[in-house]
T-cell receptor
Framework: AQSVAQPEDQVNVAEGNPLTVKCTYS??????LFWYVQYPNRGLQFLLK??????LVKGSYGFEAEFNKSQTSFHLKKPSALVSDSALYFC????????????FGGGTRLMVKP | KAGVTQTPRYLIKTRGQQVTLSCSPI?????VSWYQQTPGQGLQFLFE???????NKGNFPGRFSGRQFSNSRSEMNVSTLELGDSALYLC??????????????FGPGTRLTVT
């Protein structure tokens, strides 16, 4: 079975500071990793994905994520946070025997304060 | 391209009733997946359809069912509603056959409240 853990329910950061949202995963075989963001009363918006290749993946809105196979982690990062980045962030994995099924972490609420 | 659309956006039903939710994927997308989002259980996979066939199924009771039409539009049905079925139901579509590599695009969801 595959699983995703987001150890922090909430991350607080000041505007302009770098941010990191943590994610670790467990999957058989090669992992396909995704980050999504959810704003209030909205569906999930795709941010970025890791399939293969470069361990640093760049995505939408200035976000990037670092894949670390030895630590089975896929942390989301941004060099300079904006107040408008405040939202709920989900890490997800697809792979192994689960086909197209996404397994999500519990989500991390990012609060960026002015 | 238009995004994934879901109807209705909000729904209130009574325990014991049944409900049908609809999803129209992005044009050209052949895979449609359904997820349930609740505060307690988070995001959970319900099922996935590809070319009118259920390809994957999550761990939900048989009261939850779905189908996909030839134009890739999908519906999910929940029969004999329970209070615990209150949730945001999200539909997602993706491109291609080797779908694990492709991101899924989500609709805005249908908020179901069971009273």
């Amino acid at each position: 079975a595959q699983s995703v853990a987001q150890p922090e329910d909430q991350v607080n950061v000041a505007e302009g500071n770098p941010l990191t949202v943590k994610c670790t995963y467990s999957v058989s075989g090669n992992p396909y990793l995704f980050w999504y963001v959810q704003y209030p009363n909205r569906g999930l918006q795709f941010l970025l994905k890791y399939i293969t290749g470069d361990n640093l993946v760049k995505g939408s809105y200035g976000f990037e994520a670092e894949f670390n196979k030895s630590q089975t982690s896929f942390h989301l990062k941004k060099p300079s946070a904006l107040v408008s980045d405040s939202a709920l962030y989900f890490c997800a994995v697809s792979g192994g025997l689960a086909g197209n099924m996404l397994t999500f972490g519990g989500g991390t609420r990012l609060m960026v304060k002015p | 391209k238009a995004g994934v659309t879901q109807t209705p956006r909000y729904l209130i039903k009574t325990r014991g009733q049944q409900v049908t939710l609809s999803c129209s994927p992005i044009s050209g997308h052949r895979s449609v997946s359904w997820y349930q989002q609740t505060p307690g259980q988070g995001l959970q996979f319900l099922f996935e359809y590809f070319s009118e066939t259920q390809r994957n199924k999550g761990n939900f009771p048989g009261r939850f069912s779905g189908r996909q039409f030839s134009n890739s539009r999908s519906e999910m049905n929940v029969s004999t509603l329970e209070l615990g079925d209150s949730a945001l139901y999200l539909c997602a579509s993706s491109l291609g056959v080797r779908d694990r590599e492709y991101e899924q695009y989500f609709g805005p969801g249908t908020r179901l409240t069971v009273t």
